[in-house]
């Protein structure tokens, strides 16, 4: 049974930088795609970033060049590095894995979850 617990969400002002955490149990995910989807209060959830075990992060154009995606293999974890936070990006942010290389961009291209951690960012 694979678990993915996030961590390191929070309250943080406009313009400011979140990192969060993702540690994976019960499966050693070195080269699963994993990622970081998002959603908002009355929002579908939405593809916020990937990275595979063989190239580098993806990311949705409405974070591209604020966040990063990266994996620390010998812990087992992936975080999202978050810069420049606007108001728009609070939501709830899950991790996802998927038992393949391939990163994809949608929701049921990915088999395990995290429960998510809320991001509020106040203007």
């Known amino acids: 049974q694979v678990q993915l617990v996030e961590s390191g969400g929070g309250l943080v002002q406009a313009g400011g930088s979140l990192r969060l955490s993702c540690l994976a149990s019960g499966r050693t995910f070195g080269t699963d795609a994993m990622a970081w989807f998002r959603q908002a209060p009355g929002k579908e959830r939405e593809f916020v970033a990937a990275i595979s075990g063989i190239t580098s992060g993806y990311y949705a154009d409405s974070v591209k060049g604020r966040f990063t995606i990266s994996r620390d293999i010998a812990k087992n974890t992936v975080y999202l590095q978050m810069n420049s936070l606007k108001p728009e990006d609070t939501a709830v942010y899950y991790c996802?894995?998927?038992?393949?290389?391939?990163?994809?961009?949608?929701?049921?291209?990915?088999?395990?979850w995290g429960q998510g951690t809320q991001v509020t960012v106040s203007s």
């Open positions: 996802a894995g998927r038992r393949s290389i391939v990163r994809v961009t949608t929701m049921e291209g990915y088999d395990y």
